[in-house]
């Protein structure tokens, strides 16, 4: 019921703009979230979007990551800079209300 989308192959120092499409019934209620994971570690928490808007982010992507809502498309999006080999990761997008929902990931590879 979340579609990511946007990730891929970027360079170290670039960009990439991921996307997670849900419906108005979900997205409305619900607190948005991107997490990543990387293969033998547990997912982590990168940021959190309220649908009033209230903003969160993990100490450890505070200033390189922008996350936020398009309350007419449904749609969270997550805006990374100045990217680095480790951020590589599978990326997934999190929808949190009575229920948790979970996006199907979109794989970010970082080159050196």
């Known amino acids: 019921q979340l579609q990511a989308s946007g990730g891929g192959l970027v360079q170290a120092g670039g960009s990439v703009k991921l996307s997670c499409a849900t419906s108005r019934s979900i997205f409305s209620i619900s607190t948005m979230g991107w997490y990543r994971q990387v293969p033998g570690k547990q997912r982590e928490l990168i940021a959190t979007i309220t649908n009033g808007g209230s903003i969160t982010y993990a100490d450890s992507v505070k200033g390189r990551f922008t996350i936020s809502r398009d309350n007419a498309r449904n749609t969270v999006y997550l805006q990374v800079n100045s990217l680095k080999p480790e951020d590589t990761a599978v990326y997934y997008c999190?929808?949190?209300?009575?229920?948790?929902?979970w996006g199907q990931g979109t794989q970010v590879t970082v080159s050196s």
């Open positions: 999190h929808a949190r209300n009575l229920q948790n929902y």
